[in-house]
């Protein structure tokens, strides 16, 4: 399925994270045009940022998110090179995960 | 089916109920990682009690904390949004659409060097104060921006 983009790079002396995630983020109270039914809820849960293997983020998030969903952090005292990993989980149990290094 | 509706309704308070249970520690496990999702407050529908599931209810307001973002947003299914508090020792930021359905959009814990600052993309229903509510050294301070929408997006 889809894969979280991440991109990383030094500003000063905090790491500036940048992240995009593929997903549709239903809250389900939207209804479908053409059949007038309502959307089940299908949003991103939890996400999770480590830096160099510790955690740094660890989000919580309902259906009020924008789909396709963007997230910005910064983290003092890493450093490039550091190993950075984003995981989200969403209501339905799916699981997506990426690494990248802080450039 | 309307009766069946309300039963769907209790079965939701109940689940609630342990949210609440959560959120004031009575459940919490002991790991750091992946903090419980904070049930009661996600489905919670009035402002007051998102206010009160994420401990924001008598938050202080405060000049260090900015909240960016449009002052009009032409669709209100993507509006930037950018918090950056400037209080030490800031540990969560919760962001919150106080006209929206369902008012609680997310709650982030920062630790390990994470800066006070976060920034995504939500939905607002309708012209809304985002408020953003931080816990720093113990202590709840919060702070809001009102955001024109001229199109909402969080319906059909």
């Known amino acids: 399925m ?7 790079s030094m500003t000063g002396d905090s790491a500036e994270v940048k992240c995009l995630m593929n997903h549709p983020m239903e809250t389900g109270l939207r209804k479908d045009a053409k059949t007038g039914q309502l959307v089940p809820a299908h949003f991103i849960k939890s996400v999770v940022a480590t830096v160099g293997g510790n955690t740094v983020l660890d989000a919580q998030w309902g259906g009020g998110i924008s789909r396709n969903p963007y997230l910005a952090f910064k983290v003092k005292g890493a450093k490039k090179g550091d190993k950075v990993v ?15 290094t802080i450039g | 089916m309307n009766h069946q509706r309300r039963q769907v ?4 308070g109940a689940a609630g109920a342990v949210g ?8 919490r496990p002991t790991a750091v990682y992946a903090a419980p999702w904070n049930q009661a407050g996600f489905e919670a529908r009035s ?19 900015t909240v960016k973002a449009p002052d009009i947003a032409e669709n209100g299914a993507v509006v930037p949004v950018e918090v950056i508090s400037a209080i030490p020792g800031t540990e969560s930021i919760a962001i919150v659409g106080e006209k929206n359905n ?4 997310a709650q982030f814990d920062l630790m390990n060097g994470a800066e006070g600052f976060v920034s995504t993309r939500i939905k607002l229903g309708s012209t809304s104060n985002v408020r953003a509510v931080v816990k720093a050294g113990g202590k709840m301070y919060t702070a809001a921006k009102e955001v024109k929408v001229t199109i909402g997006g969080c319906g059909g």
Do not use: C, F, H, Y
């Open chain 1, 2 to 8: 889809s894969s979280i983009k991440i991109r990383a």
């Open chain 1, 86 to 100: 984003v995981s989200w989980e969403d209501n339905q149990g799916a699981k997506e995960t990426s690494e990248a």
């Open chain 2, 9 to 12: 309704l209790k079965g939701a």
């Open chain 2, 20 to 27: 609440v249970a959560m959120a004031a520690g009575l459940l």
């Open chain 2, 47 to 65: 402002l007051a009690d998102v206010l009160k599931s994420i401990n924001g209810a008598g938050a202080a307001e405060s000049g260090q904390i």
């Open chain 2, 102 to 105: 369902l008012p609680l959009i």
